[in-house]
C-alpha cells in the first residue's frame, strides 16, 4: 500500500523528493532521510555528510524514541590543547568532531525504514551530478563568504586558497543566481555509501580521507575515533500541558529546556498575544529555563544528568520555579546565567515528516557555523563540522567573554552540548499527533520553538494555517548577553512579519528590561500541524478519521517550503 505523507524543511525541493520517496512506496523515515540527504546537497552551508544532530520519533504503534547522533570529539581532544589561544574550535581540523550523521541515518533505516537504502540517494545523485538552480539562500551564504562580505569577490576571502571550494565561483567571482551547481566528487560519495553504507565512511576510503585532512588542518582525529563512533537510542522526555503532550530529546540536546520554559508559562493566565504581561512572563520563563542549561552535558559524563532533567519536568519542580517570576526582571545572577553568547543561524537544519501510517519524526542536524569547519573533504565534496566550538574550553571564556560550562568540558568520547529540541505533539486522549517542528537558529532555537509551541497551543488562533504560526513575531533573551531581542516589521516575499512596535519597548523597560532591535530574528523553524476532517472530532477515537497535514518552513528566508502527498485511493 502507497502511504500519504508530508515532509517540511529548509529547502522546497527537498522536501519534494521527500514526498516522491512516500509516492514511491516509502515511510516517513525513508523520505526524512532521503530529505536530509537532499539538504545536504542543497544545503551544504547549514547540514552535510560531516555533520550529526538528533531525531524524536513516533512509531506507528505510538511509541516515542529518541535517537542522539551527535557528533563526538576526537579521543585525544581535553581542554588542555585547547587553551592554546591559536587553536580554533571553529575553524580548520582542530574544530571537527567525529561525524554521526550517516550512522544516525542508517540507524533508523536498519530499524524503521521500508524502501532499500540506495533508493533513498538516487535523487540526490541526479541533482549533484546533473546540477541544480543556485537560489538565494545558497547565494546569499557564498557570498557571505566574499570579501567584503555581501559582495562576489573570491579575492581575498578565506575560499580563495582551497581548491574544494572553487565550483563556487567563476572568474574569481560568485556562481551567480540561476546558475547550475554541480557537485560531481559529492555524486560520487553518495554513490560509494548508497552501494556500501556507513561502512566505508567510518572505515573505509572516505574515513581515510577525513582524517588525513583533519590532521593536515591541526586536528586530533584518528581513524579510531570514525571506526568506534556508536549511536545512541535513549529515552525521549515529555511533559503534558492540558489536552496535549509534547515530546522531545534529552541531553545533551536541549529538549529539557524547552519542555521546563513550556512548562512554567503554563502557570500563568495568558493575558493575550502581544500584551506587556505576556511578553514579561515570556522572558522571565526563557530566562529561568536557558538558566537551567548551565548544568547540561553529555550525561555520559556528567552523573545524575538524566535524573536532573526529570526532576526539572515534574510538576511541583516546575510550579515552584515559576514563582521566580516576578513583576520585575532582574540581574543575571538571579537567573543562574548560562554563559552561552548569542550566534546568528549559520549552520544547521530541521526537517520534519509524518506519513498515513502515524509515523512521525523530526531531525535537527548540523555541521555548526557557516560552511562547518571550512573543510570540504578532497576528493569526496562534502563539508566538515565544527562541533567542537559547542564545547566549553577550561581557562577560556568565549567570544563574549563568559567563563565556560563545566558540564560541557571537553573530553575524549564526549558530545557537546546542543540547543536542538526538534519535538512532536500529540493529543493526551487519543495519542494521535497534533503537531511536529523543529528549528535551526544556535541558540534561539529554543525560544523559537518555546513560542511556536506556545501560540499553537495556548492561543489556538482560529482558521490559522500553519504558516501564520511562524509569521508571528519572535523575541529572544538567554540571560547573557542581558537583553531581550525584539525583531522589526518587515516584508519578505510579499509576506508581512509583523514586528513588535515602540510602545511594547518602552513598557519592558519599565519592568526592566534592556532591548535589542534586530532586522529579523534568524532562526529557522518547520512545522507540520495535523488537522482531522470534520465529520469526526480530533479528540475521539474514532477509526474513520482521516487526517490531513498543513506544512510551514520560515517565512522569513527564500527557498523554504514544505510538500503534501496524497496516495490515489484504491479501488
Known sequence: MVLSGAVTSEDTRASEIGTQIISAGGNAVDAVIATIIAINTLCPYHSDLGGGGFAILRTIQGEYKSLNFRHTAPGKADSEFYKDPNISTSIGGSSVAVPGEIKG?????KNYGK????????PSIELAENGFEVKQDLHNFIT????????TNLKGSWMENDPSFSSLFIDNQAIPLGYLWRRPEYAKTLKKLAKEGSEVFYNGEIAQAIVKIVNEKGGLMTLDDLKNYTVEWNEPISIDLEDYTIWSVPAPASGAIFLSALGMLDQFEHKGEGSIEDLH???EALRLAYGQRTLLGDPNFVPGLKEIQLSWLQPESIKERSKLITDQTHPPDYYKPPKVEIVNDNGTSNITVADSNGMVISITTTVGLGWGSRIMVPNFGFILNDSMDDFSIKGRPNGTGYEPQ???YVIGGKRPLSSSCPYIINYKKNKKPFASGGSAGSSTIISTNIQIVRNLLKYKLNNFNAIDY???NRLHNQILPNYTILEKSSIHQNILIKGFIKEQEIELKKKGHNIKWIEKNQSLPVLIKFDYDSNSNSNSNSKEEQVKWQVAAEPRRNDTGGSIFIAPKED
Do not use: R, V
Open 105 to 109: 541515518l542508517e540507524e533508523l533505516h
Open 115 to 122: 524502501l532499500p537504502w540506495e533508493n533513498l540517494f538516487k
Open 144 to 151: 557571505a563568504a566574499c570579501n567584503p562580505p555581501g559582495s
Open 281 to 283: 512572563i515570556l522572558t
Open 406 to 408: 563545566i558540564a560541557n
Open 470 to 472: 511562524l509569521k508571528l
